[in-house]
């Protein structure tokens, strides 16, 4: 009897056994389920995390393509470390894209700061000009100019991620250092309305020779020459036909300027599917090439449509306010606000230096069209109040400016188009030349249609730049006017009838 209970109880226990490990076994391996025939799960997966990851790297795809092509852009001879002074105002020539301005002179440099300081001089300057230091990011990190400096010359020390170091006395440390080795150096000087007429810039050309670039090392000791490194040649969007010329050219980038060590959580979730610096994405697999290839159109197509359509902007009567970020988006974490930045203006200014209102929407919601016909008018009460100067400028989808017949670009408070009655201004903006106008055999010392800025064929957008803005517009309350839609293009004068 006891033999058989004791049999019955290990019986009992090896039951217990063999149901507890079945239970276990199925709980750990999962049932096959059947794969949807034609779904690649590997393609979608790097498509959709590709997406990220662009939206995350894109101001490393576009300063590579953008610093490339601007230094090379109409056969300048241009080194790093050295500044490019244009000699004329951009217009529609100028096809880099990043809505360039029609108020000032630009100056540029490309600069290396990843093994010493550079020395940056400036003249005294008697008119409005500021030089806009900028890291590989977009980040602006110190400005030089009338604002931040004063009129004043100055030496003034540019600093980068790494160094550590004593200055000369005659040099002044500004107030902030770059966080990638690669940066870019935007001035503008200030052009007249005079000048603009006349064309003399001889004035703005001496200022110019002021500006200059001087390694540590060689204010130092003027017989060094410092080994400066060339820039990389990245693949060239308009030109490459290859499909992943915008990861390639983000994975050298990254290793040239490392992202932010705060973020490696993320670029280690980017790292699997090649994305990263110094990885090789051709290394991975056709489905993961797919998924990527997918994943860069998309990406741009979101950072477009973003801008547009006002994303992370203050929208006031059809006008955007850029968000208080803009020149510095990076400490935000708000990747496509970055990316959008980068996208529509290469670089970007500082709120306090400068305010960008961008419009692609007449008052009713509309997207803005040459097919069109539009008024802008300013009661004298609702001009733009700024330190500097304002204008409003025209660009195609392309961010670049917009040829026409009578050669005008922007409109601003340097153009003379204030009503002497009542203050206000008034500015038309259309397509073909208003039937009000004179022509230019009409009038030919004259200047025709004062108050009209030219807009293309096809759909556009303009921006309105407040330098030195005041307290209304840098505290966002400031309301400009909408665009009002005076229907088609048609039989139509200045009095909008």
Not at 126 to 142: I, Q, W
């Amino acid at each position: 009897m006891f033999f058989n209970g004791f049999l019955n109880r290990i019986w009992r226990g090896v039951v217990a056994f063999a149901i507890a490990i079945t239970l276990l076994l199925s709980a750990v391996t999962p049932p096959v389920l059947a794969v949807e025939e034609g779904f690649d799960w590997e393609e979608e997966y790097a498509y959709t995390l590709g997406v990220q990851a662009f939206i995350y790297a894109y101001p490393w795809a576009y300063m590579s393509d953008g610093y490339w092509t601007r230094m090379n852009a109409e056969d300048k001879e241009v080194e790093v470390n050295e500044f490019y002074h244009y000699r004329d105002l951009k217009d529609e020539i100028h096809t880099q894209g990043g809505a360039p301005n029609n108020d000032t002179i630009y100056s540029q440099a490309f600069i290396y700061l990843g093994d010493e300081p550079l020395i940056l001089s400036v003249p005294a300057i008697d008119r409005y000009y500021t030089m806009e230091l900028v890291d590989y990011r977009g980040d602006n990190f110190a400005y030089v100019g009338s604002r931040a400096t004063g009129q004043e010359a100055g030496n003034y020390a540019l600093i980068g991620p790494n160094w550590e170091g004593e200055l000369p006395p005659d040099v002044q440390r500004i107030e902030g250092s770059s966080s990638t080795p690669w940066g870019y150096i935007l001035g503008r000087t200030l052009v007249t309305e005079e000048e603009r007429r006349s064309g003399d810039l001889s004035e703005i050309y001496e200022i110019q020779k002021g500006y200059n670039l001087t390694p540590l090392s060689q204010w130092l000791d003027p017989t060094v020459t410092p080994s400066v490194p060339d820039l990389w040649e990245p693949y060239l969007y308009e030109s490459s036909d290859d499909p992943l010329a915008y990861w390639k050219n983000i994975n050298h980038a990254m290793a040239e300027n490392p992202p932010d060590p705060y973020d490696n959580s993320l670029l280690a979730l980017f790292a699997e599917i090649g994305i990263g610096p110094d990885l090789d994405v051709e290394l991975q697999s056709d489905s993961i090439k797919r998924g990527l290839e997918r994943a860069s159109t998309d990406g741009l197509q979101i950072i477009n449509d973003a801008f547009a359509t006002g994303y992370a902007q203050k929208q006031v009567n059809g006008w955007n306010y850029p968000p208080p970020e803009t020149g510095r988006p990076s400490a935000s974490h708000n990747w496509l606000l970055r990316a959008m930045q980068a996208q529509a203006g290469f670089v970007a200014n500082d709120p306090i230096e400068a305010i960008y209102m961008n419009v692609s929407l007449d008052g009713d919601g509309n997207r803005l069209s040459g097919a069109n016909r539009y008024k802008l008018r300013f009661e004298s009460d609702q001009k733009p109040e700024v330190n500097a100067f304002w204008s409003i400028t025209m660009y195609n989808p392309q961010y670049n400016l917009v040829g026409n017949e009578i050669n005008r670009f922007s409109l601003g408070d340097r153009s003379d188009i204030e009503d002497p009655e009542d203050g206000s201004v008034t500015i038309f903006i259309q397509h073909d030349r208003p039937s009000d106008c004179p022509s230019k055999d009409e009038d030919p010392s004259g200047d025709q249609c004062p108050n009209w800025l030219p807009a293309p064929e096809g759909n556009f957008l303009m921006f309105m730049r407040l330098y030195l803005p005041g307290y209304p517009a840098l505290s966002q309350w400031w309301e400009p006017p909408a665009l009002t839609n005076l229907g088609t293009a048609e039989g139509s004068g200045l009095d909008g009838t």
